[in-house]
């Protein structure tokens, strides 16, 4: 009966182990280090302007990144994605966020109102896409 317990504990902290190890891997904090997808820049001043996307936490399946980065292109949207590990830093999140609202406007100018969730609608669609693509 001793035997059974020591056992049953030993497997309990291997897979506890395994677990924080698997969350440890999978949240690693990168240094914020940006991924930039530039598309054609114009000469006015609002060139410098783009989407800036400070992510926190797991990252999304690789599909997704794949649609999504293929609908930006397609749309013409300077974007930028940062990896800010898995704490939310508030201060890093606010300076790189702090140019999007004047990015969505000229955005919404660009692509009329509701454009975000017809490019999310759109992502959505390609990363099923990919993901059928991929199982087969």
């Keep these: 009966m ?6 049953k504990y030993k497997k309990s902290v291997i897979y506890a182990f395994i677990s924080m190890h698997i969350a440890f891997i999978s949240c690693k904090h990168t240094g914020s280090r940006p991924i930039d997808i530039d598309v054609k820049q114009t000469a006015n001043t609002e060139s410098s302007l783009k989407w800036v996307d400070y992510h926190i936490g797991e990252l999304p399946p690789l599909n997704y990144y794949q649609g999504f980065d293929s609908v930006i292109k397609k749309w013409g949207i ?6 800010g590990g898995c704490e939310e830093i508030l201060e890093e999140r606010q300076r790189y966020e702090k140019d999007n609202p004047k990015y969505f406007l000229i955005l919404e100018k660009k692509f009329g109102k509701g454009w975000r969730q017809r490019f999310f609608t759109e992502v959505r669609r390609l990363d099923s896409t990919l993901q059928n693509q991929h199982k087969n």
Excluded: A, G, P, S
């Excluded at 001793?2 to 056992?7: H, M, N, R, S």
């Excluded at 300077?78 to 990896?83: G, K, P, T």
């Design 2 to 7: 001793d035997t059974f317990w020591i056992l």
């Design 78 to 83: 300077r974007y930028q994605r940062i990896d």
